[in-house]
């Protein structure tokens, strides 16, 4: 079993930046696929970012390419993701997400991630 914990919501005005982090505990050797999910209100769970421990190649939803990234730190257990420019329609609750395996293409659907944080509350202010 692995646990996640994010941390680092908040509310931001637009333009604005936020870092979120994901601290993993528990079962965390081996190499798992790391992903970043968001939940608007009345919304599907989206996909944001993926990428994998022991892997520096990194996948984003177009919505945020340039504008956000996501990071590993393996001696703190730790994913984040460095959100820049921030815009209203990036108000999400945003979940941490792992699977150790992750069939190719599959990266964008929540039906792949085994484990899953209780959620960080993002809201971007117009």
């Known amino acids: 079993q692995v646990q996640l914990v994010e941390s680092g919501g908040g509310l931001v005005q637009a333009g604005g930046s936020l870092r979120l982090s994901c601290a993993a505990s528990?079962?965390?050797?081996?190499?798992?696929?790391m992903g970043w999910f968001r939940q608007a209100p009345g919304k599907e769970r989206e996909f944001v970012a993926r990428?994998?421990?022991?892997?520096?190649?990194?996948y984003y939803t177009d919505s945020v390419k340039g504008r956000f990234t996501i990071s590993t730190d393996n001696a703190k257990n730790t994913v984040y993701l460095q959100m820049n420019s921030l815009k209203p329609e990036d108000t999400a609750v945003y979940y941490c997400?792992?699977?150790?395996?992750?069939?190719?293409?599959?990266?964008?659907?929540?039906?792949?991630?085994?484990?899953w944080g209780q959620g960080t509350q993002v809201t971007v202010s117009s």
């Open positions: 997400a792992a699977t150790r395996v992750l069939r190719n293409g599959r990266e964008k659907l929540p039906t792949e991630y085994d484990y």
């Open positions: 528990g079962r965390t050797s081996g190499n798992y696929a």
């Open positions: 990428m994998w421990w022991r892997a520096t190649n990194t």
